[in-house]
């Protein structure tokens, strides 16, 4: 079985940063995209920012020049750093990772979420 946990939410000013980290573990090939979302109370889940294998990168608008994800391949390994940090960024943020498994056949696997809270 693959798990993958998140890690370094926390409460924090606006203007501040929080780093979060998501590792993946389990009997796996590889892992193709590694992406980080987001869930704000009564919203729904959007993408926030992605990484694939070979480290090209998207944003969400409302992150970009704020946010940076980055990958540790060898330890299976996602970050988002977030800088100036606003309240609306306040969510549980979500790590997924696209897995590849030894069958050949690709499947996504999601974390509990951990909470970011951005006080004004």
């Known amino acids: 079985q693959v798990q993958v946990v998140e890690s370094g939410g926390g409460l924090v000013q606006a203007g501040g940063s929080l780093r979060l980290s998501c590792a993946a573990s389990g009997i796996m090939l590889g892992i193709n995209a590694m992406n980080w979302y987001r869930q704000a109370p009564g919203k729904q889940r959007d993408l926030v920012a992605g990484?694939?294998?070979?480290?090209?990168?998207n944003y969400a608008d409302s992150v970009k020049g704020r946010f940076t994800i980055s990958r540790d391949n060898g330890k299976n390994t996602v970050y988002l750093q977030m800088n100036s940090l606003k309240p609306e960024d306040t969510a549980i943020y979500y790590c997924?990772?696209?897995?590849?498994?030894?069958?050949?056949?690709?499947?996504?696997?999601w974390g509990q979420g951990t909470q970011v809270t951005v006080s004004s």
């Open positions: 990484i694939t294998s070979s480290d090209s990168t």
């Open positions: 997924n990772a696209d897995v590849l498994k030894w069958n050949g056949r690709s499947q996504d696997y």
